[in-house]
């Protein structure tokens, strides 16, 4: 693929991203707090803030690149704050705003309803896979 043709696909998904927002930002919020590794995030930094690799270790199996992407849509939406302290070695910490506070007790009530609900949940699989089965 040439440069010009990579310039213009990188333009063409900033465009369609940028469209979707403004058609729907709401959707997109939605989307961004709700996603795998969005709402994992959320609840970890409920208890306190995280350095990234600690971040990454207690979410566990999430890559380098997809947390990395997932705390800078958190953050462009106001949900995390992103701390850099001018050190050597650099450290990053990575915290809950107010915003992404309220965000996280949300996520965290619907948390924990799965778990008290999981049993309701498996069973109800179990009845649906035994009747397709027998069609």
């Known amino acids: ?7 213009f696909l990188s333009a063409a998904t900033a465009a369609t991203a940028a469209q979707g927002e403004a058609m729907c930002p709401h959707r997109l919020v939605l989307e961004h707090v709700t996603s795998r590794w969005g709402v994992l ?3 970890q930094l409920l208890d306190r803030p995280y350095r990234f690799s600690e971040l990454r270790r207690a979410i566990g199996r999430v890559s380098e690149k997809m947390l990395t992407q997932t705390l800078q849509t958190l953050e462009r939406d106001g ?10 070695p650099p450290r990053v910490d990575y915290s809950l705003t107010d915003l992404g506070r309220e965000a996280a007790e949300r996520v965290r009530g619907l948390a924990e309803w799965t778990a008290r609900r ?5 069973e109800a ?5 035994t009747a397709k089965q027998q069609l």
Do not use: F, G
């Open 118 to 122: 999981m049993d309701a949940v498996q």
């Open 41 to 43: 995030v959320l609840l």
């Open 125 to 129: 699989r179990e009845r649906y896979d």
């Open 1 to 7: 693929m040439s440069v010009s043709t990579e310039n």
């Open 79 to 88: 949900l995390v704050h992103r701390d850099a302290k001018p050190v050597i």
